[in-house]
Every structure is written in structure tokens, then in C-alpha cells.
């Protein structure tokens, strides 16, 4: 995963640069908070693709004279049933009622995802 952390970096570079020189030169909110948001989107995914590369090397498909059958195997371990993306989706549509509705429904929403992340990010994983 080190081409697609590296793809990602340089793409967080571009929204960073491009937004600081927009800022500068251009008094417009809008397109000043969408560089910010495209920045840091890029930058959440960047560094998540580094964690992943840290944590599992590099990958049969990152060297020139891999086997096909040395990318076999199981890697991930996806569970059958999960109620986290429910969850999770709810939750997000509560806080996005509540910037409309009050921030009261937006602060449930956000107890909501709370278990929702949690689900996704320390859900059990079995060896098979």
C-alpha cells in the first residue's frame, strides 16, 4: 500500500498548497472551506493507507517478481453480521437533522455513532 499512501500524500499536498494560496488571494469562504475539507479528507485516507502499510509490509502486489500464488490467503476478516453500519448510519443521519433541527439532535446523533465507530474499529476478528 506504500504506491497508494504515497498517491494520497502528494494528493493532500495539492489541496494544501492550493488552499493556502487561495486563501490568500481569494477572500471567497466557500471555496477556502472546500480546499480545507478536500485537504483533510485526503489527508485521513493517506493516513490511513501509511498505518496499513506499516502494519502489514509490503504486499505481493508491491514487488515485480511476486507469484501469483504468494498473494493467496486469507487477509481480512469480514463478519457475517454486524449491526455497525446501522448504527453508524443513523447516527450520522441524526447529527445531519440536528445542523438543521437544533444542536440538541445533533448531540444525540453523536452519541448514537459513538458505539457505531466503535463497532467498526474493535469489532472481534476470527482466524480462519
Known amino acids: 500500500m506504500k504506491a497508494e499512501a ?3 500524500s502528494g494528493v493532500a499536498v495539492f489541496f494544501a498548497v492550493t488552499g493556502g494560496v487561495y ?4 477572500g471567497d469562504p466557500a471555496g477556502i ?7 483533510l479528507m ?3 485516507i493517506a493516513a490511513f493507507l501509511w498505518r496499513q502499510y506499516g502494519r502489514g509490509g509490503r504486499r505481493p502486489e508491491d514487488t ?3 507469484e501469483i500464488r504468494t498473494g493467496g490467503g486469507r487477509e481480512f476478516s469480514f463478519p457475517a453480521r454486524s449491526f455497525a453500519p446501522v448504527i453508524t448510519a443513523v447516527g450520522t443521519a441524526l447529527m ?3 445542523a438543521v433541527q437544533g444542536l440538541w439532535l445533533a448531540l444525540i446523533g453523536g452519541g448514537v455513532v459513538i458505539p457505531g465507530l466503535y463497532g467498526f474499529v474493535f469489532r472481534p476478528g476470527r482466524d480462519a
Open 42 to 44: 485526503s489527508a485521513l
Open 96 to 98: 445531519g437533522i440536528g
Open 33 to 39: 472551506a472546500a480546499l480545507a475539507v478536500s485537504f
Open 6 to 8: 504515497w498517491l494520497f
Open 64 to 66: 515485480a517478481d511476486a
Open 23 to 26: 486563501a490568500v488571494f481569494s
